[in-house]
């Protein structure tokens, strides 16, 4: 089954891609494996004909997007001659007629598909075309960084689960603790970053740093990542560039996160955080 991001992510895409496309139909899913996506999610449609349709690689439109990879368009779904019609029922049922169907790419493999369509049977200009092209892609970004999520938690849980961390080990804990604090503010997922906060949250205390009589220190989120990115060794530019925040901003939060922290160095703001259990 297609995971929330379907739910959420797809959501997200196909209501912003209504309102810069002007289009009034937009629907898509993921593959549930290599040749099958299922339309999870509608936005604009007057029936529910398309819910739930499971569209195979190189059938109907959508089908071809899948099978070759790139977008595809039809000016009259009904009578095209270019795609087959396994899906003419569903899509005469919601009236459609002009459509685009764009698939959704991750590192080379397709995902899922996501559709605009019309009503009347015109062909849509470049502005469209490009409105779901750029749909699609919010998605892939979407899906890779729920991918990278994945894959770190899976790496780090091994680390605070396991019998114990080897000591060489601890500055790979601390850099991946730094790379899923940097991907929270882009999982759209609540309940992957409820996940993803919890196993920061582990992998911050797991060292056992916390000294006995240190003071309770409340970082903000942002002054948190921040200062794991300063102890990696990033300057203000290069954080900022990770967190996708501007110089100006990271400088911001270090300094309110130091004087929080009672520092007066960068190195002391990063050593009292670890003291305080909110780094590894």
């Given amino acids: ?28 899913g993921l593959l549930s494996d290599a040749r099958h996506a299922r339309i999870g999610q509608l936005n604009g449609a007057q029936t529910s004909a398309l819910r739930g349709l499971v569209v195979s690689a190189g059938s109907g439109l959508g089908g071809k997007a899948i099978a070759l990879a790139r977008p595809c368009a039809v000016t009259d779904y009904p009578a095209s001659r270019h795609i087959s019609h396994e899906y003419d029922g569903a899509v005469a049922a919601e009236g459609l007629r002009s ?8 590192r080379r493999a397709v995902r899922g598909v996501l559709y605009g369509a019309l009503r009347t049977p015109v062909s849509l200009g ?18 890779a960084v729920r991918d990278e999520v994945r894959q770190l938690l899976a790496l780090t849980r091994e680390q605070v689960d396991g019998p114990g961390t080897a000591p060489g080990a601890w500055e790979d804990v601390r850099e991946a603790h730094r ?4 991907l929270v503010p882009r999982v759209a997922d609540p309940a992957l970053r409820d996940e993803l906060l919890g196993v920061c949250g582990r992998l911050a205390s797991a060292s056992g740093a916390r000294a006995p009589a240190a003071r309770e220190v409340r970082l903000a989120p942002r002054e948190v990542d921040v200062v794991a990115c300063v102890a990696a060794g990033a300057t203000n530019a290069a954080a900022a560039r990770q967190l996708g925040l501007r110089p100006e901003t990271v400088k911001g939060y270090l ?3 130091m004087r929080k922290l009672g520092a007066h160095t960068r190195l002391e703001a990063v050593v009292a955080a670890r003291r305080a259990g909110l780094l590894p």
């Fill in 179 to 182: 790379e899923l604090r940097s």
């Fill in 1 to 28: 089954m297609p995971e929330p991001v379907d739910a959420v992510e797809m959501q997200a895409a196909l209501a912003g891609l209504r309102r810069t496309s002007g289009l009034p139909v937009a629907f898509g």
């Fill in 255 to 257: 300094r309110s996160a």
């Fill in 99 to 106: 459509v685009v169907a764009v698939p959704v790419v991750v």
């Fill in 126 to 143: 470049d502005r469209t075309f490009d409105a779901v092209v750029a749909a699609a892609r919010d998605v892939e970004q979407a899906l």
